[in-house]
């Protein structure tokens, strides 16, 4: 059961993904952005991580995706042209991509005994508990973290702001 | 053999509540009629059944029969799956509120449909899915007046959401569980006086959830997104017949559940306001249905309260609307969590 759960919405993902680079429209690819976040929940909630399952679905499809698609709405962003794409990328990149995925593949083989394993849907983290962890044991590298946003925001601000 | 019950009398409870909220649906359209009349001095509709009371019907079998009309410059897709991703939106978050106590049949939880550990994410993830349909249908009729009140509405709901996470935040540290039964099982002991609302201390948030939540219904005096006396009719004027029934009733749907959301966090559920002032009678059957008539008294009180404010204000201006959701709603929402947060830690 959590098998076939896991490879339907393993594979919705990765067709979601693909959706979003083949779509011509913006407002497609956004959707089918969507599509792999809401997925990548569902994947999250086998593992037992449901906090994290919702915080995706809250702040990814919801918050940050509803900017994409507002911006794709008031920008009003047509169909983009199909060109044959530079020669770089068909001699260099796509061979490059390979050996990057084969490379990769081959190490997470290697090193899987080592990463140890889990079972899907084989035990839950209740919410108190990721907090617990959060606040407590790795309370310094998430403040920083948070820091990190602060300095981001402030960012932004200091470029939207009207020069006079 | 037990399996086959469990399943069957889980189904037959899934179907149960969504015919009585669709039904429920139907008569809060009737009941905002009526009331609005009243305070407009004029009856409301009563020509239908007794007291208008067939009305809903009527209109039901009208917008049926009505065609279905399909511009000719909208984007098809997702013209069509827009109001399908509103109503589904509204009617899921239903599956995660407790009506009563927790009395088990057959192993079957009978008065939730699913007791989840999230509840309350749940609800405001499945809100936060629901701006989709509102968003996509503006974009997607080709129409000006739609894509301003689609990209009015989209900022709403985004800007106020905010607000609403963090006004259950105070909530959800005192009862330390986002499970919405643990929150009412918290307030049900000594009647009214141990509502959140108010000995919780959580009236501000209170009030703070129901701004944010008249907003993210896009309800009167946040109804920016269909302001008729400048877009028509917002982000469903290219609508007709059904799919337009279905934006109707996502609406009415959103304010209900918002209601049961409500009653849950801040008025004590299906708890009883006396407590246990007065001794248990009836039958086991009384005790089972006596909570449910509570809880459903509470969200009617809410529903006349939605009515009479859009009976009495005016629509607010939309940058007062955003001025008030960011600088004011958001600020006092971060105030409260730190008292409550800190009142909890010297108290609690």
């Known amino acids: ?164 | 053999m037990n399996i086959l019950i469990f399943v069957l009398l889980s189904l037959l409870k899934v179907a149960v509540v969504t015919v009585i909220f669709l039904m429920a649906v139907a008569y809060t359209v009737l009941l905002e009629r009526k009331l609005v009349g009243r305070i407009q001095n004029r009856w409301g509709p009563s020509r239908v059944g007794p007291f208008g009371l067939l009305q809903p019907l009527a209109d039901g079998l009208k917008l049926f029969l009505k065609e279905d009309l399909m511009p000719t410059a909208v984007f098809r897709p997702l013209f069509i799956l827009a109001p399908i991703i509103a109503l589904s939106c509204a009617l899921t978050s239903i599956g995660v509120i407790p009506f009563g106590e927790n009395i088990r049949w057959h192993g079957v939880d009978m008065f939730q449909i699913a007791d989840v550990n999230i509840g309350l994410l749940v609800i405001l993830g499945v809100t936060s899915i629901g701006v989709y349909g509102i968003a996509l249908s503006g974009w997607s009729s080709n129409n000006k007046y739609s894509l301003l009140g689609s990209l009015r509405s989209s900022a709403q709901m985004v800007s106020y959401e905010l607000a609403l996470g963090l006004s259950v935040i105070g909530i959800v540290l005192r009862t330390g569980s986002l499970r919405l039964r643990d929150i009412v099982n918290l307030q049900n002991t000594h009647g009214i006086l141990s509502w959140n609302v108010f000995g919780g201390f959580q009236f501000v948030a209170f009030f703070i959830y129901l701004c944010a939540a008249f907003a993210e219904t896009n309800r009167t005096p946040f109804d920016l997104p269909e302001a008729e006396s400048e877009l028509t009719a917002g982000y469903h004027t290219e609508y007709s017949s059904m799919k337009f029934a279905m934006f109707f009733m996502a609406e009415y749907a959103n304010m209900i559940t918002v209601g049961c959301v409500a009653t849950v966090l801040f008025l004590g559920g299906w708890s009883s306001p006396f407590g246990n002032l007065f001794p248990a009678f009836g039958g086991p059957v009384v005790q089972a249905l006596l909570p449910v008539f509570w809880f459903v008294l509470k969200v009617f009180c809410f529903l006349f309260l939605y009515v009479w404010v859009r009976g009495t204000l005016p629509r607010f201006r939309y940058d007062q609307l955003m001025g008030f959701g960011w600088k004011y709603l958001l600020p006092i929402a971060i105030l409260n969590v730190m008292a409550t947060s800190l009142a909890l830690a010297f108290h609690g």
């Open chain 1, 1 to 164: 059961m959590n098998v076939a759960v896991f490879i339907f919405f393993g594979l919705l993902c990765l067709g979601g993904a693909l959706n979003l680079l083949l779509q011509r429209h913006p407002i497609n690819s956004a959707l089918s952005l969507i599509v792999v976040m809401s997925s990548l929940a569902v994947l999250y909630l086998l593992l037992g991580a449901e906090f994290l399952a919702l915080a995706q679905i809250i702040v990814y499809s919801g918050a940050i995706m509803v900017l994409f698609v507002f911006v794709i709405m008031l920008l009003n962003a047509g169909e983009e042209d199909r060109t044959h794409g530079s020669r770089a990328a068909y001699f260099a990149g796509i061979p490059g991509v390979l050996a990057l995925f084969t490379v990769l593949a081959s190490t997470f083989f290697t090193l899987r005994i080592s990463f140890g394993g889990t079972r899907l849907g084989s035990f839950l983290v209740t919410t108190s508990d990721l907090s617990r962890v959060l606040f407590r044991d790795l309370l310094l590298p998430f403040e920083v973290t948070s820091v990190l946003i602060l300095v981001a925001i402030l960012g932004a601000v200091v470029l939207a702001r009207k020069e006079n």
